[in-house]
């Protein structure tokens, strides 16, 4: 199964990185209020902003330390209309927002310019809906509808690909994947497992993924998991064809249910060296996999662990299959 989007830089199987937990970052780490978890409004305040850049930076240096490309994803997982609304944003207001994060990013990678790794710059989308919940009124046709506005202000923004973080609908991830290529844009899906390595709304991973490439003609450049951790997800990953599809992983830093993590009023960080021995023992299995990050309470210690791990697993992998 092979995707029909323009190719993309990390594609050609190089390790890439990207971000960690930038919400239980901002609200946890530096005591920012996140109002129906939305942060890019903090981008209105030049403090939080130099902050936020800061925390790019810090992991955009994990990349450049290891000789990785960086994927810049935004800080706009919820800047779209319905979550926009809650905080009086308008449709022209929203697209500033989106706009301000991508040159945001633009900023910090051109600090980094001395690093041969390329950056890739990705607008987030979130779920129309909570991310954890049964979200029982989405199909396809109303999702495509729903993110083709926020698509496509990324695309006049100059996004490399747009990035939909921990969706649990299959028919959520269709009507995303065809409306980003409608705009010309290449996507990547990523979903969210929970504690029986299924989407909530019941397929499993593979049936997700293969649903998905089968109703857009394999639109996705790639697949991911996010919000999850290792013991959720790892159970889901099965040898065959439609693990190729899969080419990024950003674990949570904790085991606890991913509804709790966001309401428990400290910061769940769990064990950064453990979690990357985890993800390296995912690499060694597939390594082709080669998009990593993190998700809820993860930062820029987990991401040196989790990349130190990989790029030791992939390299015992590759040694491996030079021996037989």
């Known amino acids: 199964m092979a995707s029909t989007t323009t190719p993309l830089p990390q594609m050609n199987g190089g390790i890439y990185l990207t971000d960690g937990g930038t919400e239980t970052f901002l609200m946890y780490k530096k005591g920012f209020e996140l109002p129906h978890f939305c942060a890019f409004h903090l981008l209105n305040d030049a403090g939080a902003g130099e902050i936020i850049k800061q925390y790019y930076r810090d992991h955009a240096a994990v990349a450049r330390k290891y000789g990785t490309g960086f994927i810049y994803c935004s800080l706009t997982y919820r800047a779209s209309s319905d979550w926009g609304k809650l905080l009086g944003y308008s449709s022209q207001g929203l697209a500033e927002m989106n706009f301000k994060a991508i040159e945001l990013y633009r900023r910090v990678a051109a600090e980094f310019d001395d690093h041969d790794g390329a950056a890739v710059f990705s607008g987030c989308i979130g779920p129309r809906g909570d991310a954890y919940q049964l979200n029982q009124d989405i199909t396809a046709d109303t999702a495509q509808a729903y993110h083709r506005e926020q698509i496509e202000t990324f695309k006049e923004a ?61 639109a996705p450049a790639y697949y991911m998991i996010n919000c999850s951790h290792p013991i959720e997800f790892v159970p889901a990953l099965e040898p065959g064809d439609w693990m190729k599809r899969l080419g990024g992983i950003r674990p949570n830093a904790s085991s606890l249910a991913k509804g709790v993590l966001c309401k428990l009023g400290h910061l769940e960080e769990g064990d950064p060296v453990e979690l990357g021995r985890q993800m390296g023992s995912v690499v060694r299995r597939y390594p082709h996999i080669n998009v990593w990050g993190g998700c809820c309470g993860t930062d820029a210690v987990h991401l040196d662990e989790i990349c130190k791990r990989v790029v030791a697993g992939r390299a015992e992998a590759a040694g491996t299959e030079a021996a037989r």
Request: glycine residues 8%; charged residues 25%.
């Open 158 to 218: 100059g996004v490399d690909m747009v990035t939909a973080l921990t969706l649990n609908d299959v028919d959520e991830a269709i009507g995303i994947a065809r409306a980003a290529r409608s705009a010309g844009v290449p996507s990547v899906i990523s979903f969210t497992l929970d504690e029986h390595s299924r989407l909530k709304t019941g397929p499993s991973l593979k049936e997700a993924i293969e649903k998905v490439d089968k109703a857009t003609g394999a």
